[in-house]
Nanobody
Framework: QVRLVESGGGLVQAGGSLRLSCAAS????????MGWFRQAPGKEREIVAA????????AYADSVKGRFTISRDNAKNTLYLQMNSLKLEDTAVYYC????????????????WGQGTQVTVSS
């Protein structure tokens, strides 16, 4: 069992930056693929970024490439999402997830989810 707790969300102006954190319980954090997903009002949940850990494979949604960076500190059992050059369309609830998915860009296979943290980008 893995418990995930996100933090770091808030209100930021367009063009600004935020860093999200996801603290994970358990001793097997390093073995999980970790992902950040987001869900805007009226829209489906979508992948933002994922990190497989082993092999250091990362993946990003096209909409955030070059602006967001996913990273992890296995010693601290923590996942991060550095978000720069934020846009209005980045407004959403951001979720941290852990699992061993076959395809890291999809929700299937992520067995553990946090409660989410709200990110609101204003003009």
């Amino acid at each position: 069992q893995v418990r995930l707790v996100e933090s770091g969300g808030g209100l930021v102006q367009a063009g600004g930056s935020l860093r999200l954190s996801c603290a994970a319980s358990g001793r097997t954090f390093s073995t999980y693929t970790m992902g950040w997903f987001r869900q805007a009002p009226g829209k489906e949940r979508e992948i933002v970024a994922a990190d497989t850990g082993i092999g250091k494979t990362t993946a990003y949604a096209d909409s955030v490439k070059g602006r967001f960076t996913i990273s992890r500190d296995n010693a601290k059992n923590t996942l991060y999402l550095q978000m720069n050059s934020l846009k209005l369309e980045d407004t959403a609830v951001y979720y941290c997830a852990a699992g061993r998915p076959s395809i890291i860009r999809t929700m299937e296979g992520y067995d553990y989810w946090g409660q989410g943290t709200q990110v609101t980008v204003s003009s």
